[in-house]
């Protein structure tokens, strides 16, 4: 499978009152690896970027005034994301931008993102996993100790390549069913205990609600990445 991760830096943030994309940022990875392949551009929005904004991004209208238009890259946009699955944090945002800057350039391109990819968003997802919860990136960030102290401003191949750690960290589920058990006290890492009396033990069994809960993740494993090792072997 073939995703790419995506974010955008916006002028403002409603393309409905005019704004446009300031930055794309885009990193492939090739079943959930990262492949070193990225798309990124900063572009020239052709209005002025809101106060807001600046504050989020920290992208004037000076370091913006010699940059493409979208117009410009619009091309080698569709043609980076065709038969992708794109992975975007909130994704009614950026698809929204997007679809209103190619509905802006002449025939010749997709007229909309859906038309050449599908979508996730790990905004949904992250709301079915942690219901209740905050699940902002910087949030999903601590959750799965995903390193962004690096993410002073927002940029979009930056947050791009947290996005695309923290999306397989949120979709990766245990890869290891063999738990060992290990001695106590005896200074041995790893060794698995012999000669133990099952007898002892006290069998947990799960309950209604925790196992419904079990279904529950391991359907959306299954629906972010496509495979889940619990699904195959049960």
Same mark, same amino acid.
């Not at 916006?10 to 079943?31: A, N, Q, W």
């Not at 992208?59 to 699955?85: C, G, H, Q, Y």
């Not at 069998?203 to 972010?224: F, G």
């Given at each position: 499978? $073939?995703?790419?991760?995506?974010?955008?830096?916006?002028?403002?943030?409603? %393309? $409905?009152?005019?704004?446009?994309?300031?930055?794309?940022?885009?990193?492939?990875?090739?079943?959930?690896?990262?492949?070193? #392949?990225?798309?990124?551009?900063?572009?020239?929005?052709?209005?002025?970027?809101?106060?807001?904004?600046?504050?989020? %991004?920290?992208?004037?209208?000076?370091?913006?005034?010699?940059?493409?238009?979208?117009?410009?890259?619009?091309?080698?946009?569709?043609?980076?994301? #065709?038969?992708?699955?794109?992975?975007?944090?909130?994704?009614?945002?950026?698809?929204?931008?997007?679809?209103?800057?190619? *509905?802006?350039?002449?025939?010749?391109?997709?007229?909309?993102?859906? =038309?050449?990819?599908?979508?996730?968003?790990?905004?949904?997802?992250? #709301?079915?996993?942690?219901?209740?919860?905050?699940?902002?990136?910087?949030?999903?960030?601590?959750?799965?100790?995903?390193?962004?102290?690096?993410?002073?401003?927002?940029? !979009?191949?930056?947050?791009?390549?947290?996005?695309?750690?923290?999306?397989?960290?949120?979709?990766?589920?245990?890869?290891?069913?063999?738990?060992?058990?290990?001695?106590?006290?005896? +200074?041995?890492? +790893?060794?698995?205990?012999?000669?133990?009396?099952?007898?002892?033990?006290?069998?947990? $069994?799960?309950? =209604? =609600?925790?196992?419904? *809960? %079990?279904?529950? #993740?391991?359907? !959306?494993?299954?629906?972010?990445?496509?495979?889940?090792?619990?699904?195959?072997?049960?």
């Amino acid at each position: 499978m $073939r995703q790419v991760v995506l974010d955008t830096e916006t002028t403002g943030l409603e %393309h $409905r009152d005019g704004h446009r994309i300031v930055e794309i940022g885009c990193v492939e990875m090739i079943e959930r690896r990262l492949t070193g #392949r990225n798309f990124h551009v900063y572009l020239n929005p052709e209005r002025q970027v809101e106060g807001g904004a600046l504050e989020v %991004h920290g992208i004037t209208d000076d370091f913006l005034a010699d940059k493409p238009k979208f117009a410009d890259v619009a091309e080698d946009f569709v043609t980076f994301i #065709r038969d992708a699955e794109l992975v975007i944090h909130n994704a009614s945002f950026d698809i929204g931008f997007l679809n209103a800057e190619l *509905a802006r350039v002449e025939s010749g391109t997709a007229g909309r993102v859906e =038309d050449v990819a599908t979508v996730l968003d790990t905004l949904a997802l992250a #709301r079915e996993l942690h219901p209740g919860q905050r699940n902002s990136l910087d949030a999903l960030c601590k959750r799965y100790e995903v390193d962004n102290s690096n993410r002073d401003l927002h940029g !979009a191949l930056l947050d791009a390549e947290i996005l695309a750690d923290v999306y397989l960290a949120m979709t990766g589920g245990q890869v290891d069913l063999c738990l060992d058990l290990a001695g106590e006290g005896d +200074g041995v890492q +790893g060794e698995v205990v012999t000669g133990l009396d099952l007898s002892l033990l006290k069998v947990m $069994r799960a309950s =209604d =609600d925790e196992l419904a *809960a %079990h279904q529950q #993740r391991v359907a !959306a494993i299954e629906k972010a990445s496509g495979r889940c090792l619990w699904v195959e072997q049960s």
